[in-house]
């Protein structure tokens, strides 16, 4: 049976700095009109991010199969190196050599605030890369990425009747509610926050029920909280696990996707399958960076069986 994910959405660097004074000692209340400053930042590290990167990433320690389709730029090489040495398939990324991959620069000060400034670069030219290109698969995801790139994955994927997820995450905003409503009716599948459910609610004028019985399954995490799946008229309550550390949410929805899509594509039920994706947020919350986390599925295995007192396999 085919196991593959095909997993659309960005793949970006990061690029964050840390400022060791305050923010607030170089703003003027008053001058906020004609703001010309600079900030030293004696510290800067660099991370390989994005969605589809990081999905990617998250169902290779689980031992899955998945194939993104995203689009990187003239500098994608360190990337697709990684990529590659990772075993995660790079055939279906597009180049465009005259632009940059996304890149979003991050500086923090000394009290966690932050100044950031995101350049979609190649993400936006998601439209250029066909997704019918990347060859049969269980299961789909269409996570963050480029506007028109949302609107014709979602398209081709109902044309090519492989099943998908909606994730919209930080680009929901960009749809109307009547594109919003679109997705929703193409989609086997829905996951958002507890954020932007309000928000998916507020724009297409739906209630949570409704959104449910037209799908599958509809997901709603809520950090330290847990996650509800909604499902055949029922609701599942899922469990936040307890983190050896919070250190950084950076990618933690995007673990928890990777849980959602293994568990479907190896026919675990939704119990199991929330629990599995609820354990990888907790996992990855643990370390810095989206991608930093290294587990092999046997200690993942054992970490599942620790927190819910049953293995999955």
């Known amino acids: 049976m085919n196991q593959t994910s095909l997993i659309c959405g960005s793949l970006a660097i990061d690029f964050i700095m840390q400022h060791e004074g305050r923010f607030a000692d ?38 899955g199969e998945g194939r993104i389709v995203g689009v990187m730029g003239q500098d994608s090489g360190p990337y ?13 990324i597009l180049i465009k050599g005259d632009a940059y991959t996304a890149q979003c620069f991050v500086t923090a000060d000394s009290e966690n605030n932050q100044i950031n400034a995101f350049h979609p670069g190649a993400m936006s030219f998601a439209h250029e890369n066909p997704v019918a290109n990347a060859g049969p698969a269980r299961v789909a995801i269409i996570s963050p990425d480029g506007h028109l790139g949302m609107l014709k994955h979602a398209d081709d994927l109902a044309a090519l ?25 193409k989609a086997t599948y ?13 724009k297409t004028g739906l209630t949570l029920q409704d959104i ?3 799908l599958e ?25 307890t983190a050896e550390a919070v250190l950084d949410p950076t990618g933690c929805g995007d673990a928890y996707r990777a849980g959602l899509l293994y568990g479907i594509t190896h026919d675990l039920n939704w119990e199991t399958t929330g629990r599995l994706a609820s354990l990888l947020g907790a996992i990855k919350i643990a370390h810095k960076g989206a991608q ?6 046997a200690q993942i295995g054992d970490r599942f069986e620790a927190a819910f007192g049953y293995r999955y396999e």
Request: hydrophobic share 40%.
């Open 26 to 63: 170089s703003l003027l209340a008053d001058q906020l009109h004609k703001v010309n400053v600079s900030f030293l930042v004696p510290t800067m590290r660099t991370e390989f991010g994005g969605c589809s990167g990081n999905i990617a990433y998250n169902l290779k320690l689980l031992g």
């Open 80 to 92: 697709l190196a990684r990529l590659q040495k990772l075993g995660i398939s790079t055939a279906n």
């Open 161 to 185: 009747n492989i099943p998908f997820m909606f994730d919209p995450g930080q680009q929901m905003p960009m749809f109307s509610g009547e594109q919003l409503i679109a997705f929703i009716d």
């Open 190 to 202: 829905v996951t958002c926050n507890d954020y932007e459910i309000e928000l998916l609610m507020s």
């Open 212 to 214: 449910a019985s037209r």
């Open 217 to 241: 399954a509809l997901i709603v995490t809520r950090g330290e909280q847990g996650s509800e799946i909604y499902t055949g008229g029922q609701r599942i309550d899922i469990p936040a696990v």
């Open 292 to 297: 930093n986390h290294v587990l092999t599925t």
